[in-house]
């Protein structure tokens, strides 16, 4: 069986809230996959296109926040 685990969340890129972000990751915690979307203002939901650069920063941001999230867990655990 394939653990995968779903986060959702929200960030701001130049200047523009983008909603409705998620992450898929193995049972490793790295991402495997990434959508970015925003809520326009006819309130449909549309697909935000990062460059690879843009998408490569924002990545290593969330995973250095999903990493430091686990070691605290961990550390309050006693692991």
């Not at 790295?30 to 924002?58: A, C, F, M, P, W």
């Not at 070691?71 to 309050?76: A, T, V, Y």
């Amino acid at each position: 069986m394939i653990a995968k685990y779903l986060f959702f969340f929200s960030t701001v890129d130049d200047g523009k809230k983008i909603n409705r972000d998620f992450l898929f990751l193995d049972k490793e915690w790295n991402i495997i996959y990434s959508s970015y979307h925003t809520i326009g203002e006819d309130n449909t939901r549309k697909e935000v296109k990062l460059t690879d650069s843009q998408e490569k920063e924002l990545l290593q941001k969330v995973q250095k926040e999903l990493n430091q999230f686990l070691d605290k867990m961990k550390e309050q655990l006693g692991r």
